[in-house]
């Protein structure tokens, strides 16, 4: 294969990726516009697809956290402050 025929081979290849990616997009833009919304029943309750995720995401969330339990409080805390939870702190009594 000489340069000129080289050219065109990767022009003709550059243009039929570039249709089918056209096509697959409108296809899909189209789909979504057609289904309803699925929900799973961990939607209300879970923000997370499965249970496993969850504890996936928890366990490296806790690995992040600093090992002492006062400033690993202090964060907890903070973070929870931005969020609509309620964060109750036990008394050392």
Known sequence: MNNK???EFRKRGKLSTRKR?????????ASE?????KTSCYSDMYPYKTP????????????ALPESPRKRTAV????AQGLPVKFVRKSCS
């Open 5 to 7: 025929e080289l050219k």
């Open 21 to 29: 990616r056209l096509k697959l997009s409108t296809a899909l833009h």
């Open 33 to 37: 516009n057609l289904e309803t919304p």
């Open 52 to 63: 496993a995720s969850f504890g996936k995401a928890r366990r490296k969330v806790q690995c």
């Open 76 to 79: 907890l805390a903070n973070l």
